[in-house]
């Protein structure tokens, strides 16, 4: 039965695409058929990754934004809609962390962290609401969270507080924009294995932590895709204000 995971004729738009995650998002995107559009800070990586989708046959193109600054989300959005028409799926992706305890962590630290990751998802988000409201058609914008906008961990508390709210404004952007057609859901990875983050795992720490996984491995960011398609598809046209946790079961795992 075809459940409609299918993304023909949209256009989607992922912001922080020149990281592990958000690349690797915009070729799973691709694939299923849809127009993609790489955003970020960094213009240059994000050509290459535009050219790379062109040469596997995938609609790509470039953008920069700095979701920190609503001026730039908003030329953005502008761009995007000069280029491919109105963004039909928006991957809320960009995210920034800060490793130092509680107590160490200075002021400008805290506002860097906060301000990427929630004020600047909720402008993007806004953008993405407002062009399709004004458009008068559905669409579908994901939040990415974290298991840590779940539970804690230490060292991380910018992060993890700023996940936390991430995941509750998914919620309420879920039920003011739901009667637009606009669907608003968080996905919500566990540890992932990037270039970024191979050496901590492979060392005594990093593997203790993998032992508290169940499924006792990390994830990778294929594991996301089937989690990705839903949320992005007509697959999930009854679903909003929903977080799938996506994580080997490391929520589950014992205190």
């Not at 800060?98 to 993007?124: C, F, M, P, R």
């Not at 458009?135 to 996940?163: D, E, Q």
Request: aromatic share 6%; proline share 3%; net charge neutral.
């Amino acid at each position: 039965m075809d459940v409609g995971f299918r993304l023909d004729g949209k256009v989607a738009l992922v912001t922080g695409a020149a990281g592990a995650l958000g690349s690797h998002f915009a070729g799973t995107l691709g694939r299923a058929g849809a127009t993609v559009i790489l955003a970020g800070r960094r213009l240059q990586p994000l050509e290459q990754l535009a050219a790379q989708l062109r040469g596997a046959n995938i609609d790509g193109h470039a953008l920069h934004m700095d979701v920190g600054d609503p001026a730039s989300v908003e030329l953005a959005f502008r761009q995007a809609w000069s280029l491919c028409g109105i963004v039909d799926i928006l991957v809320c992706n960009a995210g920034v962390a800060v490793n130092k305890k509680s107590l160490d962590i200075l002021a400008d630290e805290w506002s860097q962290v906060v301000d990427v990751n929630l004020k600047g998802s909720w402008l993007v988000c806004k953008q993405a609401a407002r062009h399709l409201v004004d458009a008068g058609k559905p669409g579908s914008i994901i939040t990415v969270t974290s298991i840590l906008g779940h539970r804690v961990a230490a060292a991380v508390l910018p992060y993890a507080a700023s996940k936390a709210g991430l995941e509750h404004m998914t919620r309420a952007m879920a039920l003011e924009w739901a009667r637009y057609g606009i669907r608003v859901n968080a996905l919500a990875p566990g540890y992932m294995e990037t270039n970024l983050n191979r050496d901590f795992f492979a060392s005594e720490a990093g593997q203790a932590l993998i032992k508290r996984i169940p499924q006792r491995r990390l994830g990778t960011p294929r594991d996301l895709d089937g989690a990705l398609l839903l949320l992005a598809s007509d697959a999930s046209l009854y679903m909003t204000g929903s977080s799938i946790v996506v994580d080997g079961g490391h929520l589950q795992s014992s205190l």
